[in-house]
């Protein structure tokens, strides 16, 4: 039977700053049209970390009943290392995503966005068709672009528009650099995992991509906010503080591209983890501090 510290660890908490990061960003945004909304976005924080719970538990599960897990280099997984039995992963997952739909729906009650619904509805469909069901499509190579959609855009916009409306030119430009960081962050993650997602069949953008384009991949994403940061500056200067943020993409962006492997590239997942957090911060106060310049 599991521990607690185990059951922590599966939720793999390294992954928080994917979640709290739209949510620091859409928040920053909202501040610069003028709304201060504590609860809201407390509210939004609620359902970004607990659909991120959710997706890791569920992730969890789906690759430990297909024995993808049973040789890995990463975090602890409790089905693949046979600490809880897969039902029991299975209803922290479905547990994680409940929580979600009842403070997003408590959220959308707030700022009467009705359709939101539909976007949650599809955000948990997503989350566990990442890894489950008969043809998921994490396993075909599709995960980057869904985490670029649902931890950039909607993470951010939809966060924006739950406490102070429609987002502005700034927030869409802040939600695309959320966006690629984020999916830096799992293309560092595949390109570990590219020799044993490749033996279990796991088609991933890394496997598909090959190693060598996979590293140059996750250099482009890391970089790429960054000049999204100076064109965006042009508009506001206040959102070129986030080129404060450029020393954290050093180290990592190094390191895949000198061909770091296996253990290594979990200290570059840490890494891209900070800099995502330290850009979308820094963003967060340039487009808060904007509205005054």
Known sequence: MATIAQWVEGARPR????????????????????????????????????????????????????GTDDDRVGPLRLVGSHLAAPSTVRTA??????????????????????WLIAVGAICIVAAWFYTGGSRPYGYLGFGEIAVFVFYGLVGVLGTVLTQSGPPGPLA???????????????????LRDIPTDAAVGKRTLAVRMGDRDTRRLYAALTLLPFLVSAGAGLRSWPMLLALLALPFAVLPIRDVLRGAEGKK?????????????????????????????
């Not at 106060?285 to 310049?293: D, E, K, P, S, Y």
């Open 172 to 190: 869409v430009v802040t939600a695309i650099g959320v966006g690629m960081l984020t999916s830096a962050v799992l293309v560092a993650n595949n």
């Open 93 to 114: 997952a479905f547990f994680a995503f409940g929580v979600a739909g009842l403070a997003g729906l408590t959220l959308i009650s707030l700022s009467q966005e009705w």
């Open 265 to 293: 590239l979990i200290r570059v997942l840490a890494q891209t983890g900070v800099l995502l957090l330290a850009w979308s911060l820094l963003t967060a106060i340039g487009l808060a501090v904007g509205r005054f310049v």
């Open 15 to 66: 992954t928080l700053p994917t979640a709290l990061s739209p949510v620091i960003a859409g928040t920053g945004a909202a501040i610069g049209h003028g709304v201060v909304a504590p609860g809201r976005a407390l509210l939004a924080l609620v359902v970004a970390v607990s659909l991120m719970i959710g997706v890791n538990y569920a992730n969890d599960y789906s690759d430990g009943i297909r």
